[in-house]
């Protein structure tokens, strides 16, 4: 399972694919959302997407969930996760992330006529999934349609541009060696050689008045 919660920390970890055992599905969530009890909470997402119906279904739970949510989106937000993550009230990313969305698409065998109806459901879902894309950035369907028609990649500046998300967390930037042992014992010994100085200093100049 690659759904963590700690409940602790109001944190709400989501990685892996979308209704797979190796990643996470909408019962792990349910379970997940009736433990936070309605409260305030954050969540972070790394996914390259998976099941349709699952990520739907995770959208609208994280839709009619009674308390705030903070989402974030470290590296990849793909396919139906670039919906999921609509489901936060405020929505963040990483600097380098990226976010993939493209037409409702499936393997499917079968009659001619069982094809057209798994056609006529991939159509539902889409309709969905737009949906969601505009009801989040306030931008027309047919702006998103075009988008989907043609499978893009957005980073996170251009997520942002697009009204998806709500900003853009900088990468931290790389901290400085910590003093060693050795460099510390130097810089105090400077410190107190300069108050030495200042000592005698003080004293000449006292001499001289």
């Known amino acids: 399972m690659a759904l963590k919660l700690n409940k602790d920390k109001k944190q709400l970890t989501l990685s892996g694919d979308v209704g797979y055992p190796e990643g996470f599905d909408a019962d792990e969530i349910e379970d997940a959302l009736n433990e936070l009890g309605g409260d305030e909470f954050n969540f972070v997402i790394r996914s390259d997407g998976g099941v349709i119906t699952e990520g739907l279904s995770i959208y609208n739970q994280l839709r009619d969930y009674p308390g705030y949510i903070r989402g974030h989106v470290d590296v990849r937000a793909h396919s139906i996760a670039s919906v999921i993550m ?85 990468t931290p930037k ?25 000592t005698e200093l003080s004293q000449v100049l006292a001499a001289t008045v």
């Open 86 to 170: 609509l489901g936060a009230d405020y929505l963040t990313a990483s600097e380098n992330a990226t976010f993939l969305i493209h037409n409702a698409w499936t393997l499917a065998m079968g009659s001619a006529q069982e094809l057209r109806e798994i056609a006529d459901a991939l159509d539902l879902a889409e309709l969905d999934i737009l949906n969601a894309y505009t009801e989040a950035s306030g931008k027309e369907q047919a702006f998103w349609k075009e988008k989907i028609d043609k499978p893009t990649t957005l980073n996170a500046t251009e997520a942002k541009e697009m009204g998806l998300i709500h900003g853009v967390k900088e």
């Open 174 to 198: 790389r901290k400085a060696e910590p003093q060693s042992l050795s460099q510390i014992e130097e810089t105090l010994a400077l410190v107190a050689k300069s108050r030495e100085t200042q």
